[in-house]
């Protein structure tokens, strides 16, 4: 189980995110603007931050900035669907101040389980199953 901390404005997205990893045994908490994740990040320990880049108040990318000031080793996975070529350089804006992982709006939840794996570390149980089916 990992703790995640979801930014995002978009409050049926942000719903279908918690829930969709709820469900999966991550532990899920919710900011609706850049500011009141970095508040909760701040006062919380997170293993993942998923963020969206165009939100109201503090975009994703200043919120990034300020989650790795606080914390430089933070796993950070920013998503936007800002639309034709901007979304795709606003990840790329991401990508160079620190996050490890960009998706484009609409994604598939493959993608973000897939995605979410190759960030957080395999959990010991899956580790023990994998070892004790050799």
Not at 42 to 48: A, K, S
């Given at each position: 189980m990992a ?27 919710e ?10 990040f ?7 931050v ?9 975009w ?12 430089p ?19 790329k ?14 994604f ?9 794996a190759?960030?957080?570390?395999p959990?010991?149980?899956a ?8």
């Open positions: 703790r995640i901390l979801i930014i995002e404005d978009n409050a049926p997205l942000r719903t279908m995110l918690k829930n969709a990893l709820g469900t999966e045994g991550h532990l899920v908490v900011a609706t603007n850049g500011s009141e994740g970095i508040g909760l701040e006062r919380n320990e997170f293993d993942l998923i963020t969206d880049i165009i939100m109201p108040g503090r994703g990318i200043e919120t990034i900035v300020r989650l790795k000031q606080t914390r080793n933070a796993k950070i996975m920013a998503i936007s669907g800002a639309g034709g070529g901007r979304s795709e350089d606003l990840l804006a991401a990508w160079n101040v620190g996050a490890h992982a960009v998706l484009t709006k609409p598939t939840m493959k993608d973000l389980r897939q995605t979410i190759s960030l957080l570390p959990k010991p149980d580790d023990k199953k994998d070892a004790d089916k050799k």
